[in-house]
C-alpha cells in the first residue's frame, strides 16, 4: 500500500501525545489495512512498568486482538521513528510487510534514546558482555523439545 501522509500524521500525534507526561518516550505508531486504521497506539513503557512497550509493540498487540490473529499480513506499520531491533523483529514476526517512519534512529539517539549497542549482538560481533552476557550451553539437552515439535504432526508454524 502507498504511502499516505494523514496515517504519519496520526503517528505523530499518538507520540506528541506522549510529551510531558510519565507514560512513555514520544513514539506512536498506528497499524492500516485496506486504508483504514486499524489499532493505533503509543509507548507506554514507564506507564506499564515495562521496557518492551513500545509504540510498536502496544498497537501491534492492539490490532491481534481486534482482528483476532497472530497474523497482520497485509498491514502496513506507520511510526514516527526507526524501529528498534526488538520492535522490527515484532514487525517482521507480524508479517507486516511495509513499514513507513519518520524520524531516523539518529533522531531518536539525538534526544537520548539510543539502540545501536543491540545492533553488535545481532551481528554477533562485537558485542559488549557488560551490556549482556550471552553465552550457548547445552544445546543436547534443549534441542530434545525442538525434536519432539518437529515429530508433532499437529504443529502449527507461524
Ligand atoms: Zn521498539
Known sequence: MAYEQKFMELAEKEAQSNVGTQIGGPFGTVIVKDGKVVASGHNRV???????AHGEITT???AYQKL????????????????????????????ISTCYYG????DAADIGFRDD????????????????NLEQHDRDLTIKSFDNFKRDSGRTLY
Do not use: Q
Request: with cysteine; proline share 5%; hydrophobic share 35%.
Open 117 to 132: 549497542f543491540i545492533y553488535d549482538f545481532i551481528s554477533g560481533g562485537l558485542a559488549d558482555k557488560s551490556v549482556l
Open 68 to 95: 483476532g490473529t497472530h497474523d497482520l499480513t497485509g498491514c502496513v506499520l506507520y511510526t514516527n521513528a526507526y524501529p528498534c531491533p526488538m520492535c522490527l523483529g515484532a514487525i517482521i514476526w507480524s508479517n
Open 103 to 106: 524520524n531516523s534512529a539518529k
Open 46 to 52: 514507564l506507564e506499564n512498568h515495562d521496557p518492551s
Open 60 to 62: 501491534i498487540r492492539e
